[in-house]
């Protein structure tokens, strides 16, 4: 009987550390369900993919509600469909994320409701994507953007970067979070970098927040955003 109590007590004390240790992040304030999902991606993120984190301090805090300090949007350069995992992995805050229609898995449409994507049809676009976008930063929350429109080709070697994200950095006057990520496993498609591993680690770097002023020409900003991150990429041959 003993021996019974003391493995209850032993099971109970465990899963409250793990529950302690879940609730330790809070992308959505007290909404469970994303703090172990962003758990999941730590450990996914550490475990499996090996992944090196630079420039942390880089990363502005959050409220404790699921939002940035500040309004912002985090500008990453595209390699895998493993970007938003590692990037989210590592950020205090919910990043939601803007993402090409044709990507949609129908049968994951309950997934993409949950994580509160931002469709965008490349063939068609129609603008309210991107005033969806920019009110969310608008409100105060954090948005990702692949502004390459694509994943690469050749890791390390950046797509020109569309001018879309110059001109939401500046009617938004939001800060810009540049991420450079390299090292991510290769895969015919998006969806088959998941369960890859990459032969040396991934490495996200995390760049100094940049802040452009609204009467910054779009395509300098998306400039500079290019150059910042390419110039990061090759730093890290």
């Known amino acids: 009987m003993t021996l019974w109590i003391v493995l209850i007590l032993v099971l109970w004390f465990a899963w409250a550390l793990l529950v302690r240790w879940i609730v330790g992040v809070r992308p959505r304030g007290?909404?469970?369900?994303?703090?172990?999902?962003?758990?999941?991606?730590?450990?996914?993120?550490?475990?499996?993919?090996r992944t090196t984190y630079e420039g942390l301090e880089h990363i502005p805090g959050s409220d404790g509600e699921g939002a940035p300090v500040?309004?912002?949007?985090?500008?990453?350069n595209h390699t895998a469909g493993i970007d938003p995992i590692l990037v989210?992995?590592?950020?205090?805050?919910?990043?939601?994320?803007?993402?090409?229609?044709?990507?949609?898995?129908?049968?994951?449409?309950?997934?993409?409701?949950?994580?509160?994507?931002?469709?965008?049809?490349?063939?068609?676009?129609?603008?309210?994507?991107?005033?969806?976008?920019?009110?969310?930063?608008?409100?105060g929350g954090a948005l990702g953007v692949f502004p390459e429109g694509g994943i690469e080709q050749v890791l390390g070697e950046v797509l020109p970067f569309r001018e879309g994200v110059g001109l939401m950095v500046r009617r938004t006057g939001a800060r810009v979070l540049p991420v450079a990520i390299s090292g991510t496993p290769v895969s015919r498609s998006a969806?088959?970098?998941?369960?890859?591993?990459?032969?040396?680690?991934?490495?996200?770097?995390?760049?100094?927040?940049?802040?452009?002023?609204?009467?910054?020409?779009?395509?300098?900003?998306?400039?500079?955003?290019?150059?910042?991150?390419?110039s990061a990429l090759r730093a890290t041959r």
């Open 30 to 49: 007290d909404d469970g369900y994303a703090s172990a999902v962003v758990r999941l991606f730590q450990v996914y993120a550490r475990r499996w993919q």
């Open 70 to 76: 500040e309004p912002l949007i985090v500008v990453c």
């Open 88 to 139: 989210q992995a590592a950020c205090p805050f919910e990043i939601r994320w803007m993402m090409a229609q044709d990507m949609r898995v129908r049968f994951l449409e309950g997934l993409w409701r949950f994580a509160r994507i931002l469709f965008v049809d490349r063939e068609n676009p129609t603008g309210m994507e991107l005033r969806e976008a920019m009110a969310h930063v608008k409100a």
């Open 191 to 230: 969806w088959g970098s998941i369960w890859r591993r990459s032969r040396s680690g991934a490495r996200v770097r995390f760049l100094e927040p940049r802040a452009f002023g609204r009467e910054t020409d779009a395509r300098a900003i998306t400039a500079a955003l290019e150059k910042a991150i390419a």
